[in-house]
């Protein structure tokens, strides 16, 4: 009922082309996050599945529906949009009902293209039937709302316009919901509980949901699965554990989480061990690689930082040497900005009071184990 199935869809503006061969198969029941910079076409993706925008080609299935041909509204779908899109002259209560009172309203007047529908439309706006009005004040409970009921919407704060926003959509019972930035106006603490009451309300409800977002920490801490888009492609879907340990491209790396990338060469292989050699360091990897010239990916928590006098067995570990450049102190970890050959590589250690930190000068020595250091 509520998956979503996009196969070979290519949108174009003109001569421009804001998606390029898209593929997704999301099911039912899936938190997806779309995530990637500014102008990768995230919103024109949305755009297309929701209905506003038609494909230049391919196909969209929601459900067992294919739906290029079906209007907006008619594709059970819920949109939350960035800027809320709420009236201002109407309540909490009132914007939720809205669409359900012309649902109904559609179903059952047999004069709706006449004039005097409008009229009809407003005088029934202010007498919501029994059973609507049940179901948007259970919507209002669970967005946390319900106190709020008969509140302008223009007397709420931005989270809460933003939990209005979420109950109208959710109110019509939508297969899927889309989610377009919806966080991306909140300030940064906002921000995070909303987090947690959309994931909630989320998994409560079992909703499908597509989440555009170009905030990596975002889609990583609420999506089952994270589709990466850069420049009208999709460069990678996985959940968040894949896509951190296992980034297909360096574009990934470096947008999901920090990374260290350094050109290397691979040299040989000995006992499963792929041996790999760059301007000013030689590591061992347990990562096959099917090409020569590599991108050698390092997330700066898989390093440790150690004396340079320390003795370590090098069949255990890769020990790459180094000059501290600069130490930062930020509480449970310190960051090292470290010069090894020609890269700057940045560290993240676990720190505990009274250690001592490497200043910037220090000669020190760089331990990685094998299985940390990726070949993409
Ligand atoms: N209606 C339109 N006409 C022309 N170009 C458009 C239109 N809508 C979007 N674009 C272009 O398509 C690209 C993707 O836009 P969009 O989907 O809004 O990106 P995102 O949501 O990832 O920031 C951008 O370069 C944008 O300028
Ligand atoms: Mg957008």
């Not at 994931?199 to 609420?222: K, N, P, Y």
């Amino acid at each position: 009922m509520g998956s979503v199935k996009v196969n070979n869809l290519i949108k174009s503006f003109g001569d421009f082309t804001a998606l390029k061969n898209i593929d997704l198969d999301i099911k039912e029941g899936e938190f997806f996050a779309l995530l990637g910079p500014s102008g990768c076409g995230k919103t024109t993706m949305m755009r297309c599945i929701a209905g506003f925008e038609k494909p230049t080609s391919g196909k969209i299935f929601i459900g067992d529906q294919e739906v290029e041909d079906v209007p907006a509204n008619k594709r059970n779908t819920g949109m939350v949009f960035q800027s809320y899109a709420l009236f201002p002259h109407m309540n909490v209560f009132e914007n939720v009902a809205y669409s359900l009172n012309i649902k109904q309203l559609n179903k059952s007047n047999p004069f709706k293209q006449a004039s005097i529908y409008a009229r009809l439309l407003n005088k029934r706006l202010g007498k919501t039937p029994k059973d609507i009005e049940t179901k948007v004040m259970e919507i209002l409970k669970y967005v946390e709302l319900d106190q709020h009921a008969h509140r302008l919407t223009s007397e709420l704060s931005g989270g809460q316009q933003q939990r209005v926003a979420l109950a109208r959509a959710l109110v019509m019972e939508p297969a899927v919901l889309l989610m377009d930035e919806p966080l991306s106006n909140l300030d940064q603490k906002l921000r995070h509980s909303m987090r947690n009451t959309i994931r909630r309300i989320q998994q409560e409800l079992g909703i499908t949901t597509i989440f555009v977002t170009h905030d990596q920490e975002e889609a990583m801490s609420m999506a089952d699965r994270v589709a990466v888009m850069d420049a009208g492609n999709i460069i990678q879907i996985g959940t968040p554990t894949d896509l951190y340990s296992n980034p297909a491209t360096p574009f990934i790396a470096n947008f999901v989480g920090t990374s260290n990338i350094l050109k290397g060469t691979v040299v040989g292989e000995e006992n499963g061990l792929y041996h790999v050699e760059g301007e000013g360091f030689s590591l061992k990897s347990t990562k096959k690689s099917t090409k020569k010239e590599v991108d050698v990916i390092i997330r700066p928590e898989h390093v440790q930082v150690v004396a340079s006098d320390s003795i370590i067995d090098t069949a255990d570990t890769n020990v790459i040497q180094g000059t501290v450049l600069m130490s930062t102190y930020l509480g449970s970890i310190v960051r090292y900005d470290v010069q090894v050959g020609v890269y700057q590589l940045v560290i993240d250690t676990t720190y505990s009071s009274g250690e001592s930190i490497y200043e910037a000068g220090k000669e020190v020595k760089l331990t990685v184990a094998h299985e940390r250091v990726l070949l993409i």
